[in-house]
């Protein structure tokens, strides 16, 4: 696949996703949420991924933002479909894939970029991060999800501070806050990213998806979270992993999951 704003590589069954417009601090325009489109959906019939980490070019920055230079024209009809393609293609995918995805936040991850960051299923940054939802200083409001996944990570009453003020705050208050779910040094922003998605992929993928969808289901209106959880519980036992995580456990052995 050939691309433009995106380095791609895949080493021990982990794709890395390097968000690659450093001049533009990693700013998303239409390109690079297409690419992340083409490459995250791709990574899920891939058997060489077991995991994902998202991160950005440079020192600078995770994600600086939408690049707003595409839509500062915009009509109405125009930004609701701009919001609308953007969650349902990449958002929305990131945060439902059955595969993990961490992101490695690395610098500012503003606007889209922490809305990007929310999507996925954890978050590392480094102690030099700052984040911040800073749309309404545009007049505008976050449209990739912001209100709702800020909201659910660190309360209503957090989530309007940051969105109606927006300030940006750094690391460490994320960490205090929930936003993000470990904070290292710089050189260690990897490799603690690495180190997470590694223990994950050594459980069962079938039990690993299950669980995803699970969590998720407490976040969908209209849906169950209980019994999204008992059924998803159930399924597992008619899958080849339980028999081998069972048999593995009786047999004081490790686990040999295929996913399936």
């Given at each position: ?33 297409a690419e992340l489109h083409d490459v995250i959906t791709q ?218």
């Open positions: 696949m050939d691309l433009t704003n995106l380095l791609v590589e895949i080493r021990d069954r982990i794709l890395y996703i390097t968000i690659n417009r450093e001049s533009k601090l990693n700013a998303l325009n239409k390109l690079t949420l990574s899920f019939h891939d058997d060489a991924v077991g995991g994902i980490i998202i991160t950005g070019a440079g020192p600078k920055a995770f994600v600086a933002g939408a690049d707003i230079s595409e839509f500062s024209d915009f009509n109405s009809d125009e930004a609701r479909e701009l919001a609308r393609e953007g969650q349902t293609k990449v958002f929305d995918v990131i945060q439902n894939s059955e595969k993990p995805i961490i992101a490695a936040i690395n610098g500012f991850a503003l606007g889209g970029g922490l809305e990007l960051a929310m999507a996925c299923h954890i978050r590392v940054a480094s102690s030099t991060a700052k984040m911040g939802l800073p749309e309404v200083s545009l007049g505008l409001i976050p449209g990739y999800g912001g209100t709702q996944r800020l909201s659910q990570l660190i309360g209503r009453g957090r989530a309007l501070e940051m969105i109606l003020t927006a300030d940006m705050i750094k690391a460490d208050e994320a960490y205090r806050t929930g936003l993000v779910n470990h904070v290292v040094e710089e050189d260690k922003l990897i490799p603690k990213a690495e180190e997470i998605l590694k223990k994950i992929m050594s459980r069962s993928p079938f039990a690993i998806g299950s669980a995803i969808r699970a969590v998720n289901a407490a976040f969908i209106e209209g849906e169950n979270g209980f019994e999204a959880e008992i059924t998803e519980f159930s399924n597992c036992f008619g899958s080849d992993d339980f028999k081998e995580g069972v048999s593995a456990f009786l047999e004081k052995r490790p686990a040999e999951f295929k996913g399936k």
